[in-house]
C-alpha cells in the first residue's frame, strides 16, 4: 500500500489486483481488472493520476502506467524484462523511475525516451530503502558492503557521480530526505 502525493487516497496491490481507495470517504476503485493478469506494487505517480506498476501481461515483468480512476487503458513502458524487478520508485518531477533487479543491479529509467542508466551493481545483495530527494537530482539507497554491513549512498542523478554517506562499521539504513532536501535522517 502507497499513499497518494497529496495524501487522499491509498493504492493497495493485492493478489495481483489493484485498488485505490479514499482516505476519507469515496469509492474504492478497482483498475483494470484482467483475468490472467497480475500486478505487483502500485505506487502512485507524482501527478497523482496514475499509477507505476509491474505487470506480468507480456511474460516479463515489466513497467506499466495505470489511470488511477480506473477509466482507460495499461501502458507498458518498458519492453526488456529479462529479470526479475524490484518495485519502482518514481522521483517526485516523475522523470525516473530507481529500481533493483536480481541480477543485483540499481537502475534508472526514463520514461520519457526509454534510457536506462546502471547506477550500482552488487556481489552480495539487492538494493534496498530507494528515497529521492525533494528536487529528484539525489538516489539514497542502501548497499550492502564487503563486511555485510550496510552503507547508505547517494547518486548525483544530474552529474552521475556516486557518494557513499555512511562507512561500514555500523549498519545504516533507512534513509529518509528532510522537506528541504539539505539533510538525510
Known sequence: ATLSPNGDRLALTARGQVFVAPAQQGRLVSVLPKSGIRFRNAR????GKSLLVLSDESGELEFC?????????????TKNGS?????????PDGKWIAYG??????????????LMVPVDSSDMSEF?????????RWLAYVSVAENMFQQIKL??????????LTNDRVDSYNPVWSPDGKWIY
Open 83 to 91: 529479470v526479475f524487478r524490484s518495485e519502482g520508485i518514481p522521483s
Open 128 to 136: 534496498s530503502d530507494l528515497q529521492w530527494s525533494p528536487d529528484s
Open 155 to 164: 547518486y548525483d542523478v544530474k552529474n552521475r557521480q556516486h557518494l557513499v
Open 44 to 47: 502512485f505517480m507524482p501527478d
Open 65 to 77: 502506467k495505470l489511470p488511477a480512476n480506473g477509466i482507460g487503458e495499461c501502458r507498458q513502458l
Open 101 to 114: 533487479d536480481k541480477n543485483l543491479k540499481l537502475w534508472l529509467f526514463s520514461p520519457a525516451d526509454n
